[in-house]
C-alpha cells in the first residue's frame, strides 16, 4: 500500500460519514485505472464513434489520444480499467437512484476532467444510459479542449447572457452523450454556480430524462469555493486524487470540505 493510498484509508477512517463499502470499489478501481493509463497506444485499441453530429462537431482523435481521453478504444487496458469504473458507478448510483454526479480533487491537475471524460464517454457507450457532461471549470475549462472542439458559447453565456440552452449544447459524437462546455471564462464563478438560474438548469438536466446520467467536471475543492458552494444541487460525489502529487493533508481538507456530500468513492490517478 502506498502512502497515498495509505492516507486514504486513514481519512476514510476518520470520515464516519463516507460509506466504506462504496469507497473501497472505487479505490481499487481508481489504482488500476492509474496503472492502466501508462502504457502508450500501440495500435490495438479501435476508436468507436457515432456517426458525425450534424453540426458538423467532430473530436480531435489526436488531440483526444494527447490528453487521455481514451474510454472510447476498443482491447485497450485503459479503456478496460473506465469501463470497471463505469460498473461500480453505475452500480452504487442506480441503486440509490442517484442521477447526478460531480468529479473533483484537492487541487487543480489532479485528472478532474481526464476522469469526467473517460467516465462519461465509457457510460455513454454502456448502450443503456445516456450522459450529460458539463464543465463547471467555469475559470479553467478544458473539457471541449481535451476532445479538440471550439464552441463559441456555453454555460456562462446561457447563465449570463440568457443565450438559449440548446445554443451552448455541443454533441460530440458519440450516441447517447451531450456536453455542456463551461462557455466564456469569468472570475466570479461561486456567485454563478449558487445562482437561482444555475439551480433551475441542475434541476432541470437532472429530472427531464429519467435515463441520463449528469457528470459534472467540477473545479477543485481547495482553491476556491466553487465546488462547495454547487454541491447541493448533485447527489453524488468522486474524489480524484494525483498519485505522488496529492499530499495526504489536502486530501484529508478536501474530504473534510465534502464532510456534507455523498462522496461514493476515490479515483486514485498514477500517471507515467
Ligand atoms: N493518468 C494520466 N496519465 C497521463 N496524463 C494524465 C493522466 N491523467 C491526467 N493527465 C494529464 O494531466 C493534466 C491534468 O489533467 P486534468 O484532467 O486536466 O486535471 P484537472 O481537471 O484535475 O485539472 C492533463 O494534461 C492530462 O492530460
Ligand atoms: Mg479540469
Given amino acids: ?12 477512517a476518520e470520515r464516519a460519514t463516507v460509506n466504506p463499502s ?32 450534424p453540426s458538423g462537431d467532430e473530436p480531435d482523435e489526436a ?24 460498473t461500480q458507478v453505475l452500480h452504487i448510483m442506480n441503486k440509490e437512484g442517484w442521477r447526478s454526479l460531480a468529479i473533483t480533487s484537492p487541487n487543480y491537475g489532479d485528472g478532474k476532467t481526464t476522469v469526467a471524460l473517460n467516465l462519461g464517454i465509457s457510460i455513454a457507450l454502456d448502450l443503456k444510459q445516456t450522459v450529460m ?7 479553467k475549462p478544458a473539457m471541449h479542449r481535451y476532445l479538440g472542439l471550439n464552441p463559441t458559447v456555453g454555460l456562462t453565456d446561457y447563465l449570463v447572457k440568457g443565450v438559449p440552452l440548446t445554443d451552448c449544447l455541443t454533441r460530440p459524437p458519440f450516441e447517447r452523450l451531450n456536453t455542456l462546455p463551461a462557455g466564456s471564462a469569468l472570475d466570479n464563478s461561486s456567485e454563478l454556480l449558487a445562482s437561482p438560474r444555475m439551480i433551475a438548469l441542475a434541476h432541470e438536466l437532472k429530472t427531464r430524462y429519467p435515463d441520463r446520467l449528469i457528470i459534472y467536471d467540477m473545479p477543485p475543492v481547495l482553491n476556491q469555493d466553487d465546488p462547495i458552494a454547487f454541491l447541493p444541487q448533485v447527489d453524488a460525489v468522486l474524489v480524484v486524487v494525483r498519485d505522488g502529487v496529492t499530499r495526504s493533508d489536502d486530501l484529508k ?8 456530500a455523498n462522496v461514493i468513492g476515490t479515483v486514485l490517478n498514477v500517471c507515467q
Fill in 63 to 86: 488531440q483526444m489520444e494527447r490528453n487521455r481521453v481514451v474510454a472510447h478504444h476498443t482491447r485497450s487496458p485503459e479503456a478496460d480499467i473506465y469501463r470497471q469504473l463505469r
Fill in 253 to 260: 481538507r478536501c474530504l473534510a470540505n465534502l464532510a456534507a
Fill in 133 to 139: 457532461l458539463v464543465d463547471l471549470d467555469l475559470r
Fill in 1 to 12: 500500500m502506498d502512502r497515498l493510498e495509505k492516507a486514504i484509508e486513514k481519512a476514510r
Fill in 22 to 53: 462504496l469507497m473501497n470499489p472505487s479505490l481499487s478501481g481508481a489504482a488500476a485505472l492509474a496503472r492502466g493509463a501508462a502504457p502508450a497506444f500501440n495500435g490495438r485499441s479501435t476508436p468507436v464513434f457515432a456517426p458525425p453530429s
